[in-house]
């Protein structure tokens, strides 16, 4: 059984396209550098040059780096714009307990 599973694994690597999964991961640890310098010049410019108090500056921090970021990943391509409807539908959800 375990075999068929690697040869099944080893398919699915050699159809995938290396190029593409390293050119996705370059751009995504891309963003995630840059918005990392940006969290910390957010920190520092807030707390201590403008002195405003630490709570309030980590949080409007938080929510810029979150709402920017999920913007950057949209307009890369990583996310599609909007949220859609994930949730099953009432009808369909079962309880693990049900027979």
């Known amino acids: 059984m375990s075999e068929s599973l690697i040869d ?7 159809d995938s396209k290396p190029l593409k999964f390293g050119r996705d991961f370059a751009r995504y640890g891309f963003v ?3 918005f990392t310098f940006i969290n910390i010049f957010l920190m520092w410019l807030l ?34 714009r909007g949220f859609t409807n994930t949730r099953p539908s009432r009808a369909s959800w079962r309880s693990p307990m049900s027979p």
């Open 8 to 14: 099944e694994d080893m398919e699915i690597i050699k």
């Open 32 to 34: 995630g550098v840059v």
């Open 47 to 80: 707390i201590d040059v403008l002195k405003a108090g630490t709570i309030i500056g980590a949080s409007l921090t938080v929510i810029f780096i979150f709402f920017t970021k999920y913007y950057a990943y949209v307009v890369i391509g990583f996310m599609a």
